[in-house]
């Protein structure tokens, strides 16, 4: 059983940034790989970054395609997403999740991950 906590959202004006952390209580974490997801009020859950095992290898939507950067601390036992100029259509929950997978692969659709965070706030004004 891994168990994330996701901790850094808020509320922030468009323009600025944030940066999201998601600790995981598995000792294994250099086994995990993870990923960010957001949903939104009345839209589906959908992906924004996801990464590899050992964070050589990132993936990112293209709604956040030069604006977010996922990246990872195993030694931590720590993922993060680093969001700057922020849009108010990135308002929503943001979700951490966790996986175990193979090496050098990193998964981008929900139900390929097993372990999931609470969620935090992230609202972007206009």
């Known amino acids: 059983q891994v168990q994330l906590a996701e901790s850094g959202g808020g509320l922030v004006q468009a323009g600025g940034s944030l940066r999201l952390s998601c600790a995981a209580s598995d000792r294994t974490f250099s086994s995990i790989a993870m990923g960010w997801f957001r949903q939104a009020p009345g839209k589906e859950r959908e992906v924004v970054a996801a990464?590899?095992?050992?964070?050589?290898?990132?993936y990112y939507a293209d709604s956040v395609k030069g604006r977010f950067t996922i990246s990872r601390d195993n030694a931590k036992n720590t993922v993060y997403l680093q969001m700057n100029s922020l849009k108010p259509e990135d308002t929503a929950v943001y979700y951490c999740?966790?996986?175990?997978?193979?090496?050098?692969?990193?998964?981008?659709?929900?139900?390929?991950?097993?372990?999931w965070g609470q969620g935090t706030q992230v609202t972007v004004s206009s």
């Open positions: 990464i590899s095992r050992s964070g050589g290898r990132t």
């Open positions: 999740a966790a996986t175990y997978g193979s090496a050098g692969y990193y998964y981008t659709r929900a139900e390929q991950y097993r372990y």
